[in-house]
């Protein structure tokens, strides 16, 4: 058995056609999780997009949910939930003109875990580009990217707990599933866009 955490929020903003969703999973420390887990991946959480908050809109806030659900993640039945300690939301503070909204920074997150062949691999869409780090060939500014390479290596931190940040391969049919340490962080060097979803 290998219960997984979830780290989730919201993201408002003005002029977004919608609210956003956000999430990470987490291998906590104390098998099959607990609250003290859940405060401090929160807490870590709340820190990775702390360190993209000079490099977002101040139009864009990071809302964080208190409730980490937790599955198993071999079959991807919901085992239980935790409510730890609300973080404070991340608000951006990059003023000055925004880019397209659907325009965003990517972090890419890497493990050494292979399935099937291939490497298992994450990623975090970061919103609110501001013009301001748009560079003249229209890719991220080097300072984007160093910025978000360094809020995403946070990750990689130790916590309050012995938590550990993961990529989770969603099983399919109820089997299959696993759940690979998360081992680097890097930004893309071009931008992405994130298509919205049907609620």
């Known amino acids: 058995m290998a219960v997984i955490l979830r780290t989730a929020a919201v993201v408002r903003g003005t002029g977004l056609p919608g609210n956003g969703f956000t999430s990470l999973w987490w291998n906590p420390g104390t098998v099959g999780g607990s609250t003290a887990d859940a405060t401090d991946c929160l807490a870590r959480f709340r820190t990775c997009w702390l360190g993209f908050a ?3 809109s101040t139009t864009i806030t990071i809302d964080f949910d208190p409730i980490c659900i937790a599955v198993e993640a071999t079959t991807g039945t919901l085992t239980g939930a935790f409510v730890g300690t609300d973080p404070t939301s991340v608000v951006g503070t990059a003023a000055g003109d925004v ?3 659907q325009t965003q920074g990517l972090l890419r997150l890497s493990t050494s875990t292979v399935i099937a062949g291939r ?4 990623r975090l869409f970061i919103p609110g580009v501001p013009e301001a780090q748009n560079a003249a060939a229209g890719v991220p500014s080097s300072g984007y990217v160093t910025d978000v390479t360094a809020g995403g290596g946070t990750l990689l931190a130790a916590g309050a707990t012995a ?3 993961v990529i989770w391969h969603r099983p399919q049919g109820g089997a299959g599933g696993a759940a690979g340490l998360i081992t680097g ?4 060097p ?3 866009v994130l298509r919205s979803r049907r609620s």
């Open 163 to 165: 938590s550990a940040a």
């Open 185 to 188: 962080a890097s930004c893309a």
């Open 54 to 56: 000079a490099d977002i």
């Open 119 to 122: 490497r298992l691999r994450g």
């Open 99 to 101: 880019c397209p909204y």
């Open 190 to 192: 071009t931008w992405s």
